[in-house]
């Protein structure tokens, strides 16, 4: 059974920074592309950036491209999302999830929450 915890979240004013760790467990998680997904109150979940087993090939959601950044640590079985920058518009919780098959996240986080104040 993979699980996944998510840490790091809290309260920041505009233009701080916050780094989110989402850590795994279970079988086949280091070979397992993890995303990180955000859901604002009223509003649809979104993805926001996504990294292959490697630590290769990152991905992210045009808004937060050049403030955020993702990568993991497979000797820690720990995945990141450094956020610099912070704009109240990335007010969320957050969610990190294991691909399980392509494109589908099976596996998801309880959520840390990001509270970015103007």
């Known amino acids: 059974q993979v699980q996944l915890v998510e840490s790091g979240g809290g309260l920041v004013q505009a233009g701080g920074s916050l780094r989110l760790s989402c850590a795994a467990s279970?079988?086949?998680?280091?070979?397992?592309?993890i995303g990180w997904f955000r859901q604002a109150p009223g509003k649809s979940r979104e993805f926001v950036a996504a990294v292959g087993w490697s630590g290769g090939h990152p991905y992210y959601l045009d808004s937060v491209k050049g403030r955020f950044t993702i990568s993991r640590d497979n000797a820690k079985s720990t995945v990141y999302l450094q956020m610099n920058n912070l704009k109240p518009e990335d007010t969320a919780v957050y969610y990190c999830a294991a691909e399980t098959t392509p494109t589908n996240f099976g596996y998801w986080g309880q959520g840390t929450q990001v509270t970015v104040s103007s």
């Open positions: 279970g079988p086949t998680v280091s070979t397992s592309n």
